[in-house]
């Protein structure tokens, strides 16, 4: 397979579908990955602790809220690529798969080249669909906050429920800021 290597400047290529950001090194994007799962760790700690005198099951639950948005996000995002990536270049496979087969190694070599329009489509679209990141930020805040309503605290119950939602939601948008400029690991297999 011939690997198109696309140069995009420090300040994206603008497209008539987004923006397209420069990926950052390989290094730097596992750096924000690791990073993004101890930011959620820190998130569920701070967050419980706010109250003081939450139970283990109350601070297991608001842990797992800020854990669930990072670990679920990511996997739905790394199974939505490899859909599109499967759906963009489906036909390329195939005449590539149909070569192999018939043993020709020069329409192999020709047909298994992608053009750069299509990978720079993917590479929006991977950026983009990052949103679910904060998508799942405002779904489970809000999930966190009606299960805090039923937590027994010396906080005021509204407080914590806006501070669960707002906590989890800015998590999830923070989140969408680093994918969508291109700092997590695009799914490579």
């Known amino acids: 397979m011939k690997s198109a290597k696309i140069n995009i400047p420090d300040g994206g290529i603008n497209t008539e579908k987004g923006i397209v ?89 020709n047909d298994l080249s992608f053009p750069e329009e299509k990978l720079l489509e993917i590479l929006l679209a991977s950026q983009k669909s990052t949103k679910i990141f904060a998508v799942l930020g405002w779904v489970f805040g809000l999930l966190g906050g009606i299960i805090s309503l039923s937590f027994d605290t010396s906080i005021n119950k509204t407080i914590l429920f806006v501070l669960v939602i707002i906590f989890a939601a800015g998590f999830g948008h923070l989140l969408y800021y680093f994918g969508r400029r291109g700092y997590f690991p695009f799914p490579e297999e």
Do not use: C, H, R
């Open 21 to 109: 950001y420069p990926m950052p090194a390989l290094g730097k994007q596992i750096l924000v990955l690791v990073a993004s799962f101890f930011a959620a760790i820190l998130l569920g700690f701070i967050i419980s602790n706010i109250p003081g005198d939450l139970s283990e099951l109350a601070t297991g639950v608001l842990y797992f809220v800020f854990i669930i948005i990072f670990m679920l996000g990511y996997s739905i995002w790394i199974g939505w690529m490899k859909l599109k990536i499967l759906n963009a270049f489906k036909k390329t496979i195939l005449k590539g798969v149909k070569n192999i087969l018939t043993k020709n190694e020069a329409g192999f070599k």
